[in-house]
């Protein structure tokens, strides 16, 4: 097996740590992806296990919560964004935050929500990361999120990606 994520390109918790200790997740919204949330109004099953990993802020958490999911896990390497997840959701019974590689996860999820996550890890790693999915991802689950079809110019994140990569 390759070289996880932490290990590769100096992508792993040193540099995200660096990275939220400057406030340099440059990519980040701000707020909730309007597409993922269009797709979770319609999803029906409330008590369904949903992991966001490479999370970052999070900004789903609060909305998915506020419609009554109760099982989220959220993944981050970045001991800092992890830190700072905790104490936002600290009052949101069924929350969890894990600091973690997301290549050594372990569970299984009914809905895994990708928000830009794909972009964030070496590109080197992305088949990979479709294997793990796949290991993380329930017989009948799904995998919906946001990503960037577009390749960006420059040797750190975010890195795109295209139709036929994604």
Known sequence: MKENSSDQNNLGKNYWDERWETRQTGW?????????????LQYQNKEAGILIPGCGNA???EFLWNLGFKNIT??????????????????????TVICEDFFKHH???????????FCAINPNL??????????????????????????????????????PEI
């Open 28 to 40: 980040d919204i701000g707020y909730s992806s309007p597409a993922i949330e269009e797709y979770v």
């Open 126 to 163: 992305r088949t990979q990361y479709a294997e793990k999915m796949h290991e993380l991802l329930d017989e009948n689950g799904k995998i919906i999120g946001v990503m960037f079809n577009k390749t960006f110019e420059k040797a750190e994140p975010p890195f795109g990606g295209s139709i």
């Open 74 to 95: 959220v993944l981050d390497i970045s001991s800092k964004a992890v830190e700072i997840l905790k104490e936002k959701y600290k009052d949101r019974e069924g929350v």
């Open 59 to 61: 900004y789903e958490v």
């Open 107 to 117: 569970g299984n999820y009914d809905l895994i929500i990708e928000q830009t996550f």
